[in-house]
């Protein structure tokens, strides 16, 4: 099953994120990441998606919040050499992540739940 990440600069916004939609989504694999400085400061950490890319056991669709969090994420793609195919989402990072993970759950392909993701505006 595909698999979801979500990068935020607050590790607040990142885990709180990640128990609401397990919650409401189980048996969908979340990955989250959030600050820097093992989450005491704002920021992202490209070794961080670095390490939970490289952990990802399926295609994985990825979310961010702002700024850096983007860029840090297209590099960690550009350096991905793993076997599954990553996706970012331009999508809102908590509603998008929402919607991708229910509809994962319920059986809906990726291509589908990343033509939905197009649809929501950031």
């Not at 916004?13 to 990955?31: C, D, F, K, N, Y």
Request: charged residues 20%; aromatic residues 4%.
């Amino acid at each position: 099953m595909p698999e979801i990440l979500i990068i935020s600069h607050s590790s607040k916004i990142a885990e709180g994120s990640r128990a609401l939609i397990e919650q409401m989504a189980p048996g969908v694999t979340i990955h989250a990441s959030g600050g820097v400085n093992d989450g005491q400061d704002i920021g992202t950490s490209i070794d961080l998606i670095n390490d939970m890319l490289a952990g990802a056991g399926g295609d994985t669709i990825c979310f961010y919040d702002i700024g850096s969090s983007l860029m840090n994420l297209e590099m960690a793609v550009e350096m991905y050499d793993g076997k599954y195919n990553l996706h970012i989402a331009h999508a809102p990072i908590v509603e998008g992540a929402f919607l991708a993970a229910v509809e994962l759950s319920i059986g809906t392909d990726i291509d589908s739940v990343l033509e939905k993701l197009q649809k929501m505006k950031k």
